[in-house]
């Protein structure tokens, strides 16, 4: 038999295990292949580094478990994950609302509304403004011990947050920061919201996050910080009044004893990093669109 012979051989038992009648066939498994592919991949992605990480592991275990209780032949214990794995069906939603409305909310604000964001430099010397700004008030509230909540508003937006505090729309600088933060003034208490390299609001009431596991040394403030990055995109930076030690929670994640150096390395790395990602994506889209008109 010919190799030629042989090759046709082996694709068309492939074809019929497969069950595939034709090419046609063939390309619209691989296309499914790499749609679920995709799906899976962006599913990983999402839970990474966050509690749902946790409860997908979970969930695994008892899948395994059951499968392996129902192989023994342990009929009671298998029965009773098998319950138990129906129920978490229904549970999925409230377990992973949080992932959930991330996940949508990050729908939203992709696709074509990217190709027409178009970020210029001024957008950008602004940015770095407000981050160099940012990063001395915490330094002067650090050595101060004065307690400070900083949320910077990023892709998701958290309007619902900023209306639970009182309206600013106010330029951003360091001696406002400060004042705001300061004890005893009526505006101390709480977070402030920063949207678009402007104060937005002040003494705004953020979510507490629902971990169970955190260290008993993080106050309210490291709580309500976890909670919004539990929510949205946002980045919160918190200023210890026991302490006087700089954190930043982003993602569900708590990142401690911050130098302002790291500090201000941290903000550029999530606002102008990913302002760049976003006009290098516009500028590839308008350029092959240029070609195209030619």
Request: charged share 25%; net charge positive.
């Amino acid at each position: 038999m010919s190799g030629q012979g042989l090759f046709r051989d082996i694709v068309s038992y492939i074809m019929n295990f497969l069950d595939l009648n034709g090419v046609f066939d063939l390309i619209r498994m691989i296309v499914e292949l790499a749609l679920v592919s995709y799906l899976v991949y962006k599913v990983i992605q999402l839970v990474r580094e966050t509690r749902a990480m946790q409860l997908v592991k979970g969930i695994l275990f008892i899948l395994i478990l059951s499968k392996l209780s129902e192989i023994i032949g342990l009929k009671t214990v298998a029965y009773l994950l098998q319950s138990m794995i129906q129920l978490l069906g229904f549970g999925m939603i409230v377990l992973f609302q949080p992932e959930l409305r991330r996940a949508l909310e990050k729908l939203g604000s992709s696709g074509f509304q990217d190709i027409l964001l178009k970020r210029d430099s001024e957008e950008r010397l602004k940015t770095i403004a407000a981050i160099e700004t940012i990063v001395k008030a915490c330094s002067r509230c650090a050595q101060d011990y004065i307690g400070a909540l900083i949320v910077i508003e990023r892709d998701t937006k958290i309007g619902d947050i900023v209306n639970t505090g009182t309206r600013m729309d106010a330029a951003l600088s360091e001696e406002l920061l400060v004042n705001i933060f300061t004890p005893k003034t009526p505006l101390h208490d709480g977070a402030v919201i920063i949207r678009n390299n402007m104060i937005s609001a002040a003494a705004c009431y953020l979510p507490l996050t629902q971990n169970a596991g955190l260290s008993r040394d993080l106050g309210t403030r490291h709580r309500a910080a976890l909670g919004i990055t539990e929510v949205s995109d946002a980045i919160a930076i918190v200023v210890s009044e026991e302490s006087g030690k700089i954190s930043y929670a982003h993602n569900g994640g708590l990142t401690r004893n911050l130098t302002p150096d790291m500090l201000r390395k941290a903000l550029s790395r999530f606002l102008l990093d990913n302002q760049e990602d976003k006009r290098r994506f516009t500028f590839r889209k308008v350029k092959n669109s240029e070609q195209a008109d030619r």
